[in-house]
């Protein structure tokens, strides 16, 4: 799985948890998709989330952190 499907991935999980969410569509561009998934990250309850679930965060996670380390 690349980066990006890695990240689009998240966000139709996190989207599918509440049919409240359901509606709403992923952006096609790269920061609307993480602006997306940094609030959804930042607004979901703490609840059961899947083994699956948190490697394919940590892995997302871990190449952003890398990312922003160069930048710095």
Avoid: C
């Amino acid at each position: 799985m690349t980066h990006e499907e890695r990240r689009i991935w998240l966000i139709k999980k996190l989207l599918s948890e509440r049919i409240e969410y359901r509606k709403y569509q992923i952006p096609d561009y790269e920061k609307g998709q993480k602006d997306m998934l940094r609030s959804l990250m930042n607004v979901r309850m703490p609840q059961f989330i899947s083994d699956e679930f948190l490697q394919v965060q940590d892995e997302y996670l871990q190449v952003e952190n890398a990312k922003a380390g160069e930048l710095a």
